[in-house]
Structure formats: structure tokens, C-alpha cells
T-cell receptor, first 115, second 115 residues
Framework: NAGVTQTPKFQVLKTGQSMTLQCAQDMNHNSMYWYRQDPGMGLRLIYYSASEGTTDKGEVPNGYNVSRLNKREFSLRLESAAPSQTSVYFC??????????????FGPGTRLTVT | ELKVEQNPLFLSMQEGKNYTIYCNYSTTSDRLYWYRQDPGKSLESLFVLLSNGAVKQEGRLMASLDTKARLSTLHITAAVHDLSATYFCAVDPLVRETSGSRLTFGEGTQLTVNP
């Protein structure tokens, strides 16, 4: 199993350009998430999808849109990139287990620079 | 708004020594997660703590949860260089029966173990 995969690994954009970050998981998890990590900080939730067909805003959704394409795939779109969106983006997935835990599994990350 | 605070943020210790990282959070929760992140890498799940008094141990690391004090600790015993990494705690404040945890992360504790 590949777990959670993300593409691309690295990307440089100019201000105003758009792009989509792709994420896929092969663990049959219901929930998927997008986070950003800025230097010296923890992760902040951008958007999440509790199950196929639903999406909700997280802590920092402005400037982003998401699509839950199917159970496996969850994409993040930057419509008009800004330098403040320079960050490392992580996708994660989870599934509630019988004990009540909802452990998230993370992808390798996408390093995005906006100039 | 849920706040999660870790301390210390930076920790330099010698091999063989013991130390504790603290994670305080501001709202009621009985779901707390610890993750490890190596430089330039993704997050790896270490522990899932799901109830008051929960204690988990793996190798030289032991995590505990006190929901009444809103405090989790990550204790390092006889540190070795391989433990050098950044450690994050994350709190899920919601009580749900289905997947879709909304984690709030601490800033992370950057641990350096010196020979």
C-alpha cells in the first residue's frame, strides 16, 4: 500500500497563477484533510472532508478551494496564488476505529513557493 | 477557540538523559495525538491517547494524558541521537461517532540529542 500520496512534490508559482494540488489515499479512509505548515509552526487545517460528498472549512480556508473527487482523492486548488501561500502543504486521511480513535495518516507534502 | 501549547519549544539534551515535553490545551478533550516529524519529512504518528489516565509506551518514549488538567506529557528516557526530531501534540475537541477529526496542533518541540 502506498498510503497517502501527493503531487507535485515541489512547485514554484508566480503571483496570480493558479494550480491544483492532488492527493490520493489507498487505505479506504472516509475522511481526508488539507493542512499547511509554515516555518516554526504546527500544522493548520485548511479544509477537510469527513466523507465522500462533503467538505468543510478549517482554520485557514481563505484563498483555497477543495474538491472531493471520490473516496480516494481530495484536491486543493489555489485560484490566484499569493506570496502568503508559500508553505508546505500536507494531505492526510483517517478512519474512525472502534476504540474511538481517528488517527490521521499524512502524505509526503508539497513544497510551494509563490514569488 | 482551542489553543494547544507545547513547552519547551526547543530542547537540547545529552544522550542518556531523561526529559519531558508538555502539551497543554484549553478546552475539554479526551482525544490527543502525538506525532514526530524529521526535517523535511512528513508527520509520523507516535501515540493515540483516548481517555483520562491513558498511558502509552514505545521504546524510549512514553505518553500520558490527564484530561482534568488538560495536559499531556511525552517522556523521553535515556535519549539517543535517533530521537532528534520535532514532536507535535494535536488535540481533537469534538465528540463524534464518525470520522472527521479537526485537529489543532501545538507549535512543536524541536528536540536535539547530542552525543
Amino acid at each position: 500500500n502506498a498510503g497517502v500520496t501527493q503531487t507535485p512534490k515541489f512547485q514554484v508559482l508566480k503571483t496570480g497563477q493558479s494550480m491544483t494540488l492532488q492527493c490520493a489515499q489507498d487505505m479506504n479512509h472516509n475522511s481526508m484533510y488539507w493542512y499547511r505548515q509554515d516555518p516554526g509552526m504546527g500544522l493548520r487545517l485548511i479544509y477537510y472532508s469527513a466523507s465522500e460528498g462533503t467538505t468543510d472549512k478549517g482554520e485557514v480556508p481563505n484563498g483555497y478551494n477543495v474538491s472531493r473527487l471520490n473516496k480516494r482523492e481530495f484536491s486543493l486548488r489555489l485560484e490566484s496564488a499569493a506570496p502568503s501561500q508559500t508553505s508546505v502543504y500536507f494531505c492526510a486521511s483517517s478512519e474512525m476505529v472502534w476504540t474511538g480513535g481517528d488517527e490521521q495518516y499524512f502524505g509526503p507534502g508539497t513544497r510551494l513557493t509563490v514569488t | 477557540e482551542l489553543k494547544v501549547e507545547q513547552n519547551p519549544l526547543f530542547l537540547s539534551m545529552q544522550e542518556g538523559k531523561n526529559y519531558t515535553i508538555y502539551c497543554n490545551y484549553s478546552t475539554t478533550s479526551d482525544r490527543l495525538y502525538w506525532y514526530r516529524q524529521d526535517p523535511g519529512k512528513s508527520l509520523e504518528s507516535l501515540f493515540v491517547l483516548l481517555s483520562n489516565g491513558a498511558v502509552k509506551q514505545e521504546g524510549r518514549l512514553m505518553a500520558s494524558l490527564d484530561t482534568k488538567a488538560r495536559l499531556s506529557t511525552l517522556h523521553i528516557t535515556a535519549a539517543v541521537h535517533d530521537l532528534s526530531a520535532t514532536y507535535f501534540c494535536a488535540v481533537d475537541p469534538l465528540v463524534r461517532e464518525t470520522s472527521g477529526s479537526r485537529l489543532t496542533f501545538g507549535e512543536g518541540t524541536q528536540l536535539t540529542v547530542n552525543p
